[in-house]
């Protein structure tokens, strides 16, 4: 490295075991080549390397307030989606890295706008934003998509996911898969009830990235709601209505081998 301006770069690692050891031999060979790797998260940092799965990734973007310094992700999990460098191949990595050998992804995000009877709140998820009932009741939302009248839900709940969330509640709900860069919203119904009684979209849709989605809880026994995001709960009560779009604000990784999503996908789930 021939300037003299540090390059920093804040490496975190979860506490399984193997997180920790690959941790360790990171901290070691990013340092012989000159970099820093400050001990707290550092803000003027230009790279972060999360250590874990694609749990530890999300726990790492919310931590961290969706900032804007690039992500890698060096897999220690099961198959990580958003992990995308081996431990055994951290070599490989570092020598790309440094020669730019890697095109910067955008990830795109959702944004919840939600209302109650006294204030509004704003929530960001990177896979998903989950509506549901509490104490597992049945939910009865009112669906809009851009101000059109949808459907009157009635099920379990319902996902809003992100392309890149896509493969994750969304796949196990039987949600489509949506390549990344498709800059969408899809919104998928969980045990949606569809009977002479309730008439509720069985399938997902897929909704352009500049429509809003928009939800309105129809309260019959409890006036309470949850909103999950990537995985963390929060309960509102008296929701009048929930807006989701996405936001201008994304998040970005590194990605050194265009391939490695359809990999990825198919050693996962075949
Ligand atoms: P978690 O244990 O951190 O994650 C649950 C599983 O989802 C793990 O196997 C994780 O992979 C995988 N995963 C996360 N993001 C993914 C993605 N974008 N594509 C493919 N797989 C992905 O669980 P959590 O803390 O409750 O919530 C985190 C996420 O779990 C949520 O955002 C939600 O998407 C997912 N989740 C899935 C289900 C379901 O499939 N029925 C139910 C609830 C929540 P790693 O093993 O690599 O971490």
New binding site residues.
């Given amino acids: 490295m021939t300037d003299n301006k540090p390059r920093i770069i804040n490496v975190i690692a979860n506490n399984n075991p193997e997180s920790q050891k690959t941790y360790r031999l990171l901290v070691d060979k990013l340092t012989l080549k000159g970099f820093v790797l400050p001990e707290k998260f550092d803000n003027n940092a230009e790279l972060n390397i999360c250590i ?8 790492t973007v919310h931590r961290h307030k969706f900032t804007n310094i690039p992500f890698v992700g060096i ?1 220690t ?7 995308e460098i081996l431990p055994e191949n951290i070599d490989i990595f570092i020598e790309k890295y440094m020669q730019n050998n890697y095109v910067i992804e955008k990830i795109f995000l959702v944004k919840a706008d939600i209302c109650t009877k006294d204030s509004c709140f704003q929530l960001y ?4 934003i989950v509506v549901k009932g509490i104490h597992s009741k049945v939910v009865h939302l009112e669906v809009f998509i851009d101000g059109n009248h949808l459907e009157k839900f009635c099920g379990d709940g319902m996902i809003i996911s992100t392309p ?10 039987g949600g489509s898969i949506i390549y990344p860069s498709l800059k969408t919203l899809q919104l998928t119904p969980l045990s949606p009830i569809s009977s002479r009684a309730y008439r509720s979209l069985t399938n997902s849709a897929v909704i352009p990235g500049e429509l809003k989605i928009t939800i309105r809880p129809e309260y019959r026994y409890e006036n309470s709601i949850l909103v999950i995001v ?3 709960e929060h309960r509102y009560d008296n929701i009048t209505e929930i807006n989701f779009t996405i936001p201008e604000k994304t998040i970005s990784r590194l990605n050194f081998d265009r391939n490695m999503y359809w990999n990825n996908l198919k050693s ?1 789930f075949l």
Avoid at 77 to 83: A, E, P
């Fill in positions: 874990g799965g694609d749990g530890a990734f999300l726990r897999n999990g099961h198959l990580g989606f958003f992990q998820g990177v896979n998903e890149v969330g896509s493969t994750a509640y969304n796949f196990s709900s990537d995985g963390i996962k």
